[in-house]
């Protein structure tokens, strides 16, 4: 059983900054494309951003680009979003991604909201909560 668990959630001002990393246990996704996506209460999951399977590509929604950065260590089989100039509007749980095997770079393959068909483990989520 593959479980991916997210951690480094939690409450900051708006314009702070946090760092969500994700661990997969048990198999290391070294050949996968992973993503980080988010849904906000009442909205639909949307994508965020994600990383091909090496760490050299990368793609972004337009609502984050430029604020966050997506990265990877394969040594510790782990997946980081680091998040700055946060705004209330980025409140949200938080839920990392191993992509099914596709062709493409990290912007393809993951399907379309609400279902994102292109996913083979999502995360349980960790919950973002930026006042203003």
């Known amino acids: 059983q593959v479980e991916l668990v997210e951690s480094g959630g939690g409450l900051v001002q708006a314009g702070g900054s946090l760092r969500l990393s994700c661990a997969p246990s048990?198999?290391?996704?070294?050949?996968?494309?992973m993503g980080w996506f988010r849904q906000s209460p009442g909205k639909e999951r949307e994508f965020v951003a994600a990383i091909n399977w090496a760490g050299l590509s990368t793609h972004y929604s337009d609502s984050v680009k430029g604020r966050f950065t997506i990265s990877r260590d394969h040594a510790k089989n782990s997946v980081y979003l680091e998040m700055n100039n946060l705004s209330p509007e980025d409140t949200a749980v938080y839920y990392c991604?191993?992509?099914?095997?596709?062709?493409?770079?990290?912007?393809?393959?993951?399907?379309?909201?609400?279902?994102?068909?292109?996913?083979?483990?999502w995360g349980k989520g960790t919950l973002v909560t930026v006042s203003s």
């Open positions: 991604a191993v992509r099914r095997p596709a062709l493409g770079g990290p912007s393809a393959g993951w399907g379309t909201s609400p279902d994102y068909d292109g996913v083979l483990h």
């Open positions: 048990g198999r290391p996704f070294v050949s996968s494309a």
